[in-house]
């Protein structure tokens, strides 16, 4: 099987979709790459549970209010509409899958540079 190819998402991370298509609507499964030293953008997804599965690298997660460091091996669930991102704290690269439920669709996107009560309702 060939590896789908990586592109640069405007989220501020690189992506190779593993699977994510529209006959499987329940799970997208994504290999998500954060060059050192960068962070993604603060966004939220609407209607979609998120999962990291942290691959390598150590980096600063917040999710909602809270801030917490996360390495290899550890697990973060993120509530549909909640505010996000990750900062890689290493020089080399952070690599994790993103697991979500219903699977990711550009659509369900949003920076979270307008109130979250907005994010909410839309």
């Not at 999962?51 to 509530?79: C, F, H, N, P, Q």
């Not at 920076?111 to 979250?116: D, G, I, S």
Request: net charge negative; glycine share 6%; charged share 30%.
């Amino acid at each position: 099987m060939t590896r789908p190819e990586e592109y640069y998402f405007k989220e501020g991370c690189f992506i190779e979709e593993w699977h994510n298509i529209a006959n499987d609507q329940s799970c997208s499964i994504a290999r998500v790459r954060v060059e050192g030293g960068k962070a993604t953008k603060l966004h939220a997804l609407k209607n979609t549970v998120e999962r990291y599965v942290m691959l390598g690298g150590s980096a600063m997660v917040t999710v909602g209010k809270k801030s917490w460091r996360v390495s290899e091996g550890d697990v973060v669930v993120i509530k549909p509409d909640e505010p996000q991102k990750i900062e890689n704290l290493d020089q080399e690269d952070l690599v994790f899958l993103a697991i979500c439920t219903p699977r990711f669709v550009v659509g369900n996107y949003r920076e979270c540079n307008e109130p979250l009560e907005t994010l909410q309702k839309t």
